[in-house]
């Protein structure tokens, strides 16, 4: 019984946020974008804007030391204090803002079914204790180092050296309600950017409910909605920032409202990872192109998007400068005078040529493994947005093509991964729900029946990803599983951690050697170093009174300096696909010994 | 200022519906490849 009370604590609290968010947003957007008839499109800006702009106040509180419980408390206090007037203007307006769907064609009733599928999977999976890698790396270990130390304290792995908007919001989730509650912040966001492609699919005149499903229903999606990812956060902001950029094309008067919309959107998409600073630069072109050639205007357009992107991204970039010398640290390192830096080191892709720039959208689908499991994109997207955009015959379309294009171009001579892609994934849904529209219209039954196995086969890599997910929590979120069961088993080293949770004084500053840098679960002070293990006296000068060293097995003898606390080993699990057990690790948790004691008789 | 609609007016036209039809089944058939090749690796254990 209490476990379902905390269950439904947390469903409640991200539920909470996300009421404070949207109505807060919905209060901050003009009046004329209040009543705009697109809904899903004022449902998607007023959560966008709401979490955004809490996001932004957060980052103020973290630079003036303020980022602790007390004052993350007092945000949500004076959020709910502001929302309530526009809470109360939302409900009014509900009918308005609330997407009713009136569809009774099969099709899309299926779609429905399958998208609510996915939703209730992965709000239940997301319910477990957040163990995906990178997450328990940066995406939630920084928050929670910042609000321990009540400032953006810069952190021993270079991934958090990204802009971190969607983390600050994972920092509140954090102090409300634990590490679900931040991994369900990301879920939330992630309903905002499936409204967005639904937004998409309705204003380029698809199929809305198609489109929210070719983008939502996905093994991709599903992924990133369970892992507390900041992915669905970008693609949030990236596609309002397009959506915006490029309104102009049906508001020819009065367009300063659409394209601040615009800039503050690609702002806090580059406040939420470097890529989305390409999100300002395609977002502000994209405006741009459509108004021309009328180019006084679109050179407005263009600066005021850029001008808003570099502000509201800003304070990242600058701690950077403050803690590298680089803004965008530890990318192009060496044009900043600094050494070059790995970021990722993992070859992604097939090859850089033209022939493989052609065939990687097929590469993706038919063996997208080195895409980062490029297949769970599903099909539907990259086989209807090409014919979506040949149908609608628009400007708008084309310009979309060529921002989506670009994209692609940037992506795979860059890093290729399947999720970086998300930030134009919901605009390419809204084109192939347009593509599906064209089918139904105008195509021949083979044709029909083509697209209905590429939705099938897109939504059931969807429905069969959340199953999975399902399966894998079921036990920890139903209770018949203890946290720490669940995450032995699925967070890599977390034995190791409870280790130094159990075992050290709470002010101990431990020094991690080898593989330990996910450090989420780690509740002490914890500095990764690295492979190499430094002489005891080194560390202690450092102020370090621990070390943990992890590493293949067996490990070297203790060195001077030294005495052991506890000593074990333990198997990395992987999938079944890669044999159950990934390698066998052991960790060595030390006590760095005064130097009296620690040097050799 | 009036609110600003939100549908296009005009309808969609399917171009080059025989070209439609075939990037559709190769789309198709790129995405039953690792399917089909994780069915024939089950069957093979």
Known sequence: MRHLLSLLTQVATVVGLGTIWTAGGFGLLPREVRRHANRFLVGASALALGAGANAVVLTILAIVHLFRPGAIWATVAMGLAICTPCLARAWSARRRLLPIVRSVDPLDRLGILALGLVLAATLFATLAPPASMDAIIYHLRAPSVFVRTGTWTRLDVVQSFQPMYVEMLFGEGLVLGGGSVAALVHWLLGLGAIATAAAWGRRLGGNAILAAVIFGATGLYVWESTSAFIDLGLALFASLAFFWGTQAETQKEGDGQAVVLAGVFAGLAAGSKFTGLMVGLLAGLAAVAVVWPDWRRGLRRLVVIGGLTIVIASPWYVRNVLLTGNPIYPLANRLFGGPWVAFSTYPYGYGRDLVHLLSSPLDLLARGEVFDQGWSLGPAVLALAPIGILARRSRLALVLGASIGAWWLIWFFSSPQARLLLPVLPMAAGLAGVGAQAIKVGGSKSARLVVGMLLAVTAGGGVAMGALAVKTNARVVGGLETKDEYLERNSWHYLAYEKINQLLPTDAKVASIGLGHNLFYANREVRFLGDVEPPASQLRGAGFTHEIWIGDCPLAALDVGRRSLAEGTYPLRASKLLGGVFSRECYRLSELLPAELGSPP | ?45
């Open chain 2, 1 to 45: 200022m009036p609110p600003p609609r939100a549908e296009p007016p005009e309808e969609v036209v399917l171009p080059r519906p025989r070209l439609a039809l075939a990037w559709l089944v190769v789309v198709l058939i790129a995405a039953l490849v690792p399917i089909a090749r994780s069915i024939l690796s089950r069957l093979a254990r």
